[in-house]
């Protein structure tokens, strides 16, 4: 491990026991947690091998 960047996003509870996620706000939180991982390591992302996301 390199490096490690963590950001939340909101989650929208539409019913009692379900869940959503705006799939925009998924993509431009992972992006700038990328950026910000790729920042702290001093890497470009050709050398990423691998990423996890949780």
């Known amino acids: 491990v390199k ?6 996003f909101p989650q929208i509870f539409p ?4 869940v959503e ?3 925009e ?3 431009k939180t ?3 947690t990328a ?3 790729l920042k702290k ?3 470009t992302a050709d050398k990423v091998a691998a990423i996890g996301i949780t």
Do not use: T
Not at 3 to 8: D, N
Not at 15 to 18: A, M, Q, S, V
């Open 3 to 8: 490096a490690v960047a963590q950001k939340e």
């Open 30 to 32: 992972q992006l700038s």
């Open 41 to 43: 390591a001093r890497l």
């Open 15 to 18: 019913k009692p026991g379900w």
């Open 35 to 37: 950026k910000a991982a």
């Open 25 to 27: 706000v998924i993509w």
């Open 21 to 23: 996620h705006d799939p």
